[in-house]
Nanobody
């Protein structure tokens, strides 16, 4: 089992920044590809970003590329999502996901999920 706990969400004005964190426990963190997803009200959950087990590869949704940065610290069992240039349409609950398989994480079918953290961007 892997337990994931997100933090760092909140209310920010458009153009501002937030840094989300996801703390993992339970299994060897460096065995897992990590991802961030989000779900806005009335919409399906969507992929945001993913990072490989040692951080050498990252992948972003087109809507956030150039504004968001995913990173990980295997020594601290954490993954971060730095969000800059936030837009109203970035408002959503953001979820952390973990799985040993890269395609599984990107596809949104990860075995492990956090409970989510709310990000609200005001105009």
């Amino acid at each position: 089992q892997v337990q994931l706990v997100e933090s760092g969400g909140g209310l920010v004005q458009a153009g501002g920044s937030l840094r989300l964190s996801c703390a993992a426990s339970g299994r060897t963190f460096s065995n897992y590809v990590m991802g961030w997803f989000r779900q806005a009200p009335g919409k399906e959950r969507e992929f945001v970003a993913a990072i490989s087990v040692f951080g050498g590869a990252t992948y972003y949704a087109g809507s956030v590329k150039g504004r968001f940065t995913i990173s990980r610290d295997n020594a601290k069992n954490t993954v971060h999502l730095q969000m800059n240039g936030l837009k109203v349409e970035d408002t959503a609950v953001y979820y952390c996901a973990a799985d040993p398989s890269w395609p599984t994480v990107v596809a949104g079918t990860s075995g492990y999920w956090g409970q989510g953290t709310q990000v609200t961007v005001s105009s």
